[in-house]
């Protein structure tokens, strides 16, 4: 079975810009959670969906949202970009049970 | 709130001796307890989980973990260490509601990189 798949790897945006990363779950995985890993802040959770609904969500502004297709893919965007987004965004995906993730995007904002 | 604190940033070991990386947990549920390595410019790949069924989980590679609720404890050992095993580690947790479903949000520990010589 393939694993947890991220597009793409890597990003070089600017401040101000907007981003939209990509991921596609393992097969038969409906639930989707993203997360952002930065030196200083470590791993931290962004939000959840299942079904194409967010069932949970973690404490980051509005900028970063998220949504999920009827086939279980899943799109992060984050708009108007800052420095401090610079990091790597890992994506997971679980059938209830653990998570596997994906390679991750590694975005850096210029 | 749950809540993890790796207790140590770093570790260094001999290559062929023991690995301890401790690991304390708070959770307001039973918990869902996991083992995370991850390798440079990798992914997190899966080591071991526990799920409240027995309290010592063997994983991959020859790594396990006992779960301590007394101790809210859950450390990660090999008895040997090998090279390749030079990675960043964390311990993972993600709370279960009072239906017993364990969701999406996994709050992870600082890591502990654990580092191997010759």
């Known amino acids: 079975k393939a694993g947890v798949t991220q597009t793409p790897r890597y990003l070089i945006k600017t401040r101000g810009q907007q981003v939209t990363l990509s991921c596609?779950?393992?097969?038969?995985?409906?639930?989707?959670?993203?997360?952002?890993?930065?030196?200083?802040?470590?791993?931290?959770?962004?939000?959840?969906?299942?079904?194409?609904?967010?069932?949970?969500?973690?404490?980051?502004?509005?900028?970063?949202s998220g949504r999920q297709f009827s086939n279980s893919r899943s799109e992060m965007n984050v708009s108007t970009l800052e420095l401090g987004d610079s990091a790597l965004y890992l994506c997971a995906s679980s059938l209830e049970g653990p998570q596997y993730f994906g390679p991750g995007t590694r975005l850096l904002v210029l | 709130a749950q809540s993890v604190t790796q207790l140590d940033s770093h570790v260094s070991v001999s290559?062929?001796?023991?690995?301890?990386?401790?690991?304390?947990?708070?959770?307001?549920?039973?918990?869902?307890?996991?083992?995370?390595?991850?390798?440079p410019n990798k992914g997190l790949q899966l080591l071991l989980k526990y799920t409240s069924a027995a309290t010592l989980v063997?994983?991959?590679?020859?790594?396990?973990?006992?779960?301590?609720?007394?101790?809210?404890?859950?450390?990660?050992?090999?008895?040997?260490?090998?090279?390749?095993?030079?990675?960043?580690y964390f311990c993972v947790v993600s709370d279960r509601n009072a239906g017993g479903t364990s969701y999406g949000k996994l709050t992870f520990g600082q890591g502990t990189i654990l580092t191997v010589h010759p």
């Open chain 2, 15 to 39: 290559e062929g001796t023991p690995v301890l990386l401790r690991c304390n947990y708070s959770s307001s549920y039973s918990p869902s307890l996991f083992w995370y390595v991850q390798h």
């Open chain 1, 24 to 64: 596609s779950p393992i097969s038969g995985h409906r639930s989707v959670s993203w997360y952002q890993q930065t030196p200083g802040q470590g791993l931290q959770f962004l939000f959840e969906y299942f079904s194409e609904t967010q069932r949970n969500k973690g404490n980051f502004p509005g900028r970063f």
């Open chain 2, 58 to 88: 063997k994983g991959i590679n020859g790594f396990e973990a006992e779960f301590k609720k007394s101790e809210t404890s859950f450390h990660l050992t090999k008895p040997s260490a090998h090279m390749s095993d030079a990675a960043e």
